[in-house]
């Protein structure tokens, strides 16, 4: 792998670093992996290799040149519409059309963050609820990233969980991504991906979602338009009620630029309209825009008097919050994959007490639910399905105890942070 090909990649873990980080080390060797482990990455390489589909589709293969886009102003993007289907989105710094898209009725609120293969832990939590005869029938469900991966199934209800298992435990990498695929707009192509939500988002599970929708309930899912650097929330419960083909495959288009990693994945091309003109614009992983949305910037922050019309807010992180001790090599890509992972747990951090906040403001119940900070089962790769599945485990186990969620933000940790027992960055480590 050349200088520049690192570099870049480097640039997309600073945008990106939740979805990419577990498996910066199959693209990037050095960034989170010793010397020593550099032979256990070709291995894992080649068994990705090994497992890809001999035909793969005409997408997949490397493009020399891309054609160019259709230009468009500022102005016209700001008033865009999904053609057709103007109901599907809005601005998420839109106080208005956040207000206009919400239910009638207060209730219960689950919001889901990004993490990559991490929200195997969200995904037991949720089931674990199922188990344990705790889990509500969520007024507001919404998801970035991985989280919005999740948000269909746990939206749709409990008769969709061992769907939702499966796609957190029976998963690999070489269903997320194909190594090797430069597309020229990422390093590595996500056809796999596309082709894996087409099969998790199934017409019986389309039409649950469009049901609930009806019934009054909101299912919001949240990518990044790069074009305008603004993030976008999308009513996944609007595109599923509208019905057809089209319908479905906006609804699975949105799910796999909310979960695209930009520079590592293709961003997603969405077509919408302003004025009678028609262009694309460019959507990326909706964690470049936080880790997990509530409500607008705008009426989080501590000088806001705006009340959450909700009854509960049950807040999933599927992101290790601990420090993780590593002795950083004197290379670029290594020193800034410890930078980033660091940022991002501060981040996350952060926006959990603005929602605590806003949520004592409001007279809502904070409710939020962590990976354990004891956890720390060995990873062979990225989207290693043993690893996933005991994140898996403890989040099930998690989420049918007792003690599913805390009623604060986890306290900041103090002393010296433990050492890895990892010889790479993998998950939650």
Not at 75 to 90: H, L, W
Not at 116 to 125: H, K, R, V
Not at 178 to 202: C, H, M, R, Y
Request: glycine share 8%; charged share 15%.
């Amino acid at each position: 792998m050349n200088a520049r090909t690192r570099w870049t990649l480097c640039a997309a873990a600073l945008l990106s670093a939740p979805f990419v980080m577990p498996w910066t080390a199959v693209l990037m060797p050095g960034m989170g992996a010793t010397a020593a482990a550099q032979p256990r990455v070709k291995q894992m390489a080649a068994r990705h290799a090994a497992k890809k589909p001999a035909s793969p589709p005409a997408e997949s293969t490397q493009t020399t040149q891309l054609p160019p886009r259709v230009p468009f102003t500022a102005a016209e993007d700001a008033i865009s519409i999904v053609p057709g289907i103007p109901e599907a989105r809005f601005w998420a710094d839109s106080v208005a059309d956040f207000k206009n898209a919400l239910p009638a009725q207060p209730g219960p609120w689950l919001i889901l963050s990004s993490g990559g293969e991490d929200g195997a832990f969200g995904a037991g939590l949720l089931t674990g609820l199922t188990a344990g005869g705790k889990r509500p029938d969520y007024a507001v469900v919404t998801g970035v990233s991985t989280g919005a991966l999740m948000a269909p199934f746990a939206f749709a209800g409990p008769r969709f969980d061992d769907a939702l298992r499966k796609a957190y435990t029976e998963v690999s990498a070489a269903d997320i991504f194909e190594a090797g695929g430069s597309t020229g707009e990422s390093f590595v192509n996500s056809w796999p991906l596309k082709d894996f939500i087409a099969k998790q988002i199934t017409p019986a599970l389309f039409d649950a979602i469009a049901a609930a929708h009806k019934s009054g309930r909101r299912l919001f899912v949240v990518s990044y338009d790069l074009d305008a650097e603004r993030a976008v929330v999308w009513n996944m419960g609007a595109i599923a009620a509208r019905g057809g083909d089209e319908a479905l495959n906006l609804f699975r288009t949105v799910l796999l630029a909310s979960a695209s990693v930009p520079g590592a994945f293709p961003p997603v091309l969405i077509n919408v309209e302003a004025n009678g003109k028609r262009f694309a614009e460019m959507h990326v992983d909706g964690g470049v825009g936080g880790q997990f949305f509530v409500a607008p910037a705008a009426l989080m922050t501590t000088t806001s008097d705006y009340r959450l019309p909700a009854t509960r807010l049950d807040i999933v992180v599927n992101t290790g919050l601990e420090p993780d001790f590593q002795v950083v090599e004197r290379f670029a890509p290594s020193i800034l994959s410890q930078a980033v992972d660091a940022a991002v747990k501060v981040d996350t951090r952060m926006m959990l007490a603005l929602t605590y906040a806003a949520a004592k403001r409001s007279g809502v119940e904070f409710n939020v639910a962590t990976i354990p900070a004891g956890f720390n089962a060995p990873s062979k790769g990225p989207f290693d399905p043993k690893y996933m599945g005991a994140l898996f485990h403890t989040g099930y186990e998690q989420g049918r105890s007792a003690a599913a969620f805390a009623d604060k933000p986890p306290p900041y940790p103090s002393g010296p942070a433990p050492q890895s027992n990892h010889i790479e960055k993998t998950g939650a480590n």
